[in-house]
Nanobody, 126 residues
């Protein structure tokens, strides 16, 4: 089992920045990739970014490319999501996820991830 705990959400004005953290514990050696998804009330979870654990390659949704950066700290088993130039439409509950078998073709599907954190709210005011 892998446990994920997010932190770093909050309220920020449009154009501002936030950094989310996701700390993994438990059987972290089984992880192959971690990702961030976001969700607004009544909507499905949407892929934001992912990072491969084997080669650190990163992947982004078009909507955040150039503004968000996903990174990791191997020693701390932690993944970060640096969010810059935030927009009101970025407002959502952000969750991190982990998978033991990363496949690029399906990385945007939340069903591919077996482990999830509890989520952290990000609110961007205009």
């Amino acid at each position: 089992q892998v446990q994920l705990v997010e932190s770093g959400g909050g309220l920020v004005q449009a154009g501002g920045s936030l950094r989310l953290s996701c700390a993994a514990s438990g059987r972290t050696s089984s992880m192959d990739a971690m990702a961030w998804f976001r969700q607004t009330p009544g909507k499905e979870r949407i892929f934001v970014a992912a990072i491969s654990w084997s080669n650190s390659r990163t992947y982004y949704a078009d909507s955040v490319k150039g503004r968000f950066t996903i990174s990791r700290n191997n020693d701390k088993n932690t993944v970060y999501l640096q969010m810059n130039s935030l927009k009101p439409k970025d407002t959502a509950n952000y969750s991190c996820a982990a998978t033991g078998r990363f496949q690029i073709a399906s990385m945007t599907c939340d069903t591919e991830y077996g482990y999830w954190g509890q989520g952290t709210q990000v609110t961007v005011s205009s």
